[in-house]
């Protein structure tokens, strides 16, 4: 597939994967995809934490935790792995966190680029009291000239963690993600930890039907068609089908 480089997004820079290794593990983390519980289970494993519940997810994000380059050689036996999620599911998650709902005031300027580009004769002021439209979000994922530079939140899932340069272990699914990280947990050795049922403090509900459905009878269907194809390959690598229930 990385032949068709149409869709496949090859990454510039080096994939980091967090380590720990007292259970031999790499975890390649895809933000929007429950990447904050992930790194929760992360910081009980290294002894910063004794419980996932109660970090909250500013202080999961703040720790610097130990991160390796995948092509580094002293850990290939250690089991890797990653999770993906739908990629119009994700997107929606992304664009409700980053802009509807947002938990922090890193985006503001991405959105105030976005609404200048899509609305005329308006003011920062009138920016600072609206957000960001849904339809105004997927325009400017389809009409950005530049893909490669596309920020982490809403970048290629198959980009972020380079799965056709690395060969990954293990490859788990937002959608049953309690049960499947439960299953890796206990296949490297972890009897005394699970998965947070409780998603996320700061969850959009992005993969809950109606709200999906909601959001994305807001976009015509030949832009729906467009952005199936500029995220074509994280559907098909991932397992994915063509989102028919769109139409």
């Keep these: ?59 999961v994000h703040a720790h610097n935790y130990s991160t390796i380059s995948r092509i580094e050689h002293r850990r290939q036996n250690y089991t890797s792995f990653l999770f993906v999620r739908h990629p119009f599911q994700r997107l929606l998650s992304a664009y409700r966190n980053k802009f509807e709902i947002p938990d922090d005031h890193d985006f503001e300027k991405t959105g105030q680029r ?17 957000h960001v439209m849904f339809s105004e979000f997927v325009r400017f994922l389809l009409n ?15 980009k972020i963690c380079a799965v056709c340069e690395r060969s990954y272990d ?17 296949s490297i050795g972890v009897t005394n930890l699970s998965f947070p049922d409780a998603y996320s403090t700061h969850a959009t509900n992005s993969s809950d039907e109606n709200i999906y459905l909601k959001y994305f009878s807001q976009i015509p269907p030949d832009d729906i068609i467009k952005l199936y194809e500029l995220y074509k390959w994280d559907f098909k690598l991932f397992g994915y089908s063509f989102p028919q229930e769109l139409f």
Excluded: A
């Excluded at 895809?30 to 910063?48: A, D, E, H």
């Excluded at 950005?144 to 198959?158: C, G, I, M």
């Excluded at 293990?170 to 206990?186: A, Q």
């Design 1 to 59: 597939m990385k032949s068709d480089n149409r869709y496949y997004h090859q990454t510039k820079k080096e994939t980091k994967l967090i380590f720990n290794d007292d259970y031999n593990i790499l975890y390649c983390s895809i933000p929007k995809v429950c990447c904050t519980n992930w790194k929760r289970i992360f910081l009980v494993l290294s002894g910063v934490h004794n419980s996932t519940l109660g970090i909250h997810h500013l202080v």
């Design 114 to 130: 976005i609404m200048s580009l899509y609305r005329s004769n308006t003011t920062n002021k009138e920016h600072s009291n609206t």
């Design 144 to 158: 950005s000239k530049s893909k490669s530079s596309f920020k982490e939140h809403w970048d290629f899932q198959h």
């Design 170 to 186: 293990f490859i788990g699914h937002f959608e049953n993600i309690v049960e499947e990280s439960n299953y890796l947990l206990r």
